[in-house]
């Protein structure tokens, strides 16, 4: 039998001696050079979260105005005139973003986890199963803070930043939703090519098709 050693060996009987000084050299020649030793550590670790420092990963999805930026990076832009499925679990049922657009630039977000319905109407009252409240409001499944008309929203793995007068809305997901949402943000599955994937699971190229499918009431329109 022939063995094949990495590195050359006079004798089984002692370490071989190895210069490492031109494969620290090698090394150097990949990482860059920066003036800054802080702007390295932020390339290297870009969150401060520890449980994003390995996959799954959290995906980021956003709503600016009418143009959609998905989980996986796809930009399209459409003309809401219904409410809309922006995004949700549909394996665990845990979440569904739902956007209603109301005309003349105004918006009504809703968000329904399992047992609790949160409404933010355009002027920034909020509702919960129908009752108005304030913020900070938490109960077992969400919790809201705001700052003037923006707010958070945190509920099981997910997070919305809602901003009325900007007209942005983002919302964060943890990586354990990785390929089980679907909406108007896309599949989260790391692949942009299915993004544009209708509620009856059928991929197009068209935007028309694909938005319509995810309309929450048809007759609106």
């Given at each position: 039998m022939d063995t094949y050693l990495p590195v050359a060996m006079p004798s089984l009987r002692e370490l071989p001696k190895i210069s490492v000084t031109k494969y620290v050299n090698?090394?150097?020649?990949?990482?860059?050079?920066?003036?800054?030793?802080?702007?390295?550590l932020s390339e290297y670790i870009p969150d401060s979260d520890v449980s994003n420092?390995?996959?799954?990963?959290?995906a980021v999805a956003t709503l600016n105005g009418n143009r959609v930026t998905t989980f996986d990076g796809e930009e399209y832009a459409f003309?809401?005139?219904?409410s809309y499925v922006l995004a949700?679990?549909?394996?665990?049922?845990?979440?569904?973003?739902?956007?209603?657009?109301?005309?003349?630039?105004?918006?009504?977000?809703?968000?329904m986890t399992a047992n609790q319905k949160l409404q933010i109407a355009p002027n920034g009252k909020l509702r919960?199963?129908?009752?108005?409240?304030?913020?900070?409001?938490?109960?077992?499944?969400?919790?809201?803070?705001?700052?003037?008309?923006?707010?958070?929203?945190?509920?099981?793995?997910?997070?919305v930043n809602y901003n009325i007068p900007r007209d942005q809305l983002k919302l964060v997901v943890s990586g354990w939703y990785h390929g089980k949402v679907g909406g108007l943000?896309?599949?989260?599955?790391?692949?942009?090519?299915?993004?544009?994937?209708t509620s009856s699971r059928r991929t197009v190229n068209d935007v028309d098709p694909f938005v319509n499918s995810w309309e929450v009431d048809s007759k609106c329109r």
């Open positions: 090698r090394l150097h020649s990949y990482v860059p050079k920066y003036s800054n030793k802080w702007g390295s420092w390995i996959p799954p990963f959290r003309s809401g005139k219904c949700r679990d549909y394996t665990d049922g845990n979440f569904s973003v739902i956007m209603n657009f109301l005309g003349k630039d105004k918006q009504q977000l809703i968000i919960v199963d129908g009752k108005i409240i304030s913020t900070p409001y938490r109960s077992g499944e969400l919790s809201v803070v705001s700052e003037e008309q923006s707010f958070n929203v945190y509920g099981r793995g997910f997070t943000f896309g599949t989260n599955n790391n692949e942009v090519y299915d993004d544009m994937m």
